[in-house]
């Protein structure tokens, strides 16, 4: 790779593999990884929340044994992962951890450290800070300069921020001078908050962003009974066209050309080929022309 912004177009989310909704078991984990890396896939995002832990070690354990040039890995910063119960329930694990937030220096640091131990590996090539949304101030005070610091040292090639909103993402940017944003729920069929003003003004800045979230939970795999009139017909403009709703969801996110990647968790090998295939799909332009101003359906 010859910039560190050199993203894959396709990456493999690590929330799945910390037992996010649902348990996984560590074989059916550790298939997740490998049938990723077997299909070609080299970029995998991973972050201690994601089962308090769990999402890194399994991840860890499956990539340790890859060449470590051959593949790009990012974690996160923000959240500590602690003993004692009061974890919020959106992973299937214990209650026997939680997590503080600490978006101090210090806690920054620790973060590294222990993410590595977890991993097992010796460096991660991008950390983001994960999720400030309170902490604005320490974030952008404590927190960036602290990674940038350890952009300068070598330590990671990247440096970013990894949020589910636009507005202060579009404040990162515009005071500090991160290489690379992971933008969740804010350039989907559904979501579309970052084309207004976030995508232009990385692409004049040359910031890569990674988009995620793009399934909203499932909804854009099989729309269930009660979906919303927007899904309803965001799923018939793409049957009418021939195209599985997934591949056009997976694939939206590249109309704006600073997003370079995106993103897919999965629970179970076989997602994570249906994705790539879906991500390969080809796609008409008559479609995309039709989604531009998806209408509720009455």
């Known amino acids: 790779m010859t910039s560190p912004l050199a993203l ?3 990456g493999l989310g690590g929330g799945p593999l910390g037992n996010y909704l649902h348990p996984i078991s560590d074989e059916q984990a550790r298939a997740v990884v490998d049938t990723a890396w077997e299909a070609g896939v080299r970029h995998f995002d991973t972050a201690p929340f994601y089962g308090l832990g769990l999402s890194e070690r399994r ?3 499956a990539l340790r044994e890859r060449p470590r040039s051959e593949f790009v890995l990012s974690t996160k910063v923000g959240r500590l992962v602690r003993p004692g119960p009061g974890h919020d329930g959106s992973f299937a694990v214990p209650d026997d951890r939680h997590v503080e937030w600490d978006f101090s220096r210090d806690g920054v640091l620790r973060s590294v450290e222990e993410s590595l131990e977890r991993l097992g590996l010796d460096r991660v090539d991008v950390l983001y800070i994960h999720d400030p949304d309170r902490h604005w101030p320490q974030a952008l005070d404590e927190a960036f300069p602290a990674l940038a610091d350890l952009r300068a040292q070598g330590v990671v090639r990247a440096i970013g ?4 909103q636009s507005g202060m993402l579009l404040d990162f940017v515009r005071h500090a001078d991160p290489d690379v944003l992971l933008a969740a729920n804010q ?3 559904l979501r579309r908050s970052a084309f207004e003003e976030l995508l232009p003004l990385c692409l004049e800045r040359g910031i890569t962003v990674v988009a995620a979230a793009l399934l909203h939970r499932g909804e854009l795999v099989t729309p269930p009974p009660d979906a919303s009139g927007e899904v309803r017909a965001v799923a018939r403009a793409c049957a ?24 897919v968790g999965a629970h179970e090998p076989g997602q994570v080929t249906a994705n790539l295939r879906d991500l390969e799909r080809d ?8 989604l531009e101003t998806p209408v509720p359906a009455p």
């Open 8 to 10: 894959p177009r396709a």
């Open 59 to 61: 991840m860890g354990r």
């Open 283 to 290: 796609v008409p332009e008559a479609l995309w022309r039709a």
């Open 240 to 263: 009418e066209h021939g195209v599985p709703l997934t591949a056009a969801a997976l694939q939206f996110p590249f109309r704006h050309p600073a997003v370079r990647s995106v993103l």
């Open 187 to 189: 350039c989907t069929l």
């Open 161 to 164: 921020v990894g949020m589910n």
